[in-house]
């Protein structure tokens, strides 16, 4: 099971991070993906987190602005969001993978498991 928390309504430039908690298996056994999607538009690939947290895959649109990581120990993935923009609101999920790279993760935007998601909404 994946657990997001983190999410909620901050003004444009401010910044959030996302948790993903994971229990009923052992995170480092699986890449992470963080994915978002809002109203009206396609599921984006955000982040993906390689099983040992050494490699992380990005989305042009974040890159700079987002760092994704794994805590392993703690079975809890992360996402840094910094310098949000109105064009980030959407949902965002993550996503557990043991057999998909973290790379074909994001390429394809799939995984086995998925959380319910967290609402991120930049306004002013």
């Known amino acids: 099971q994946l657990m997001e928390s983190g999410g909620g309504l901050v003004q444009p430039g401010a910044s959030l991070t996302l948790s993903c908690a994971v229990s009923?298996?052992?995170?480092?056994?699986?890449?992470i993906g963080w994915f978002r999607q809002a109203p009206g538009k396609e599921r984006e690939a955000v982040a993906c987190?390689?099983?040992?947290?050494?490699?992380?895959i990005y989305a042009d649109s974040v890159k700079g602005r987002f760092t994704g990581s794994k805590a392993n120990d703690k079975n809890t993935a992360y996402l840094q969001m910094n310098a949000l923009k109105t064009e980030d609101t959407a949902t965002y999920f993550c996503?557990?993978?043991?057999?998909?790279?973290?790379?074909?993760?994001?390429?394809?935007?799939?995984?086995?498991?998925w959380g319910q998601g967290t609402q991120v909404t930049v306004s002013s």
């Open positions: 996503a557990a993978d043991a057999a998909l790279d973290h790379g074909n993760m994001c390429l394809r935007k799939r995984a086995y498991y």
């Open positions: 009923g298996f052992t995170l480092s056994h699986y890449n």
């Open positions: 987190i390689s099983k040992n947290g050494g490699d992380t």
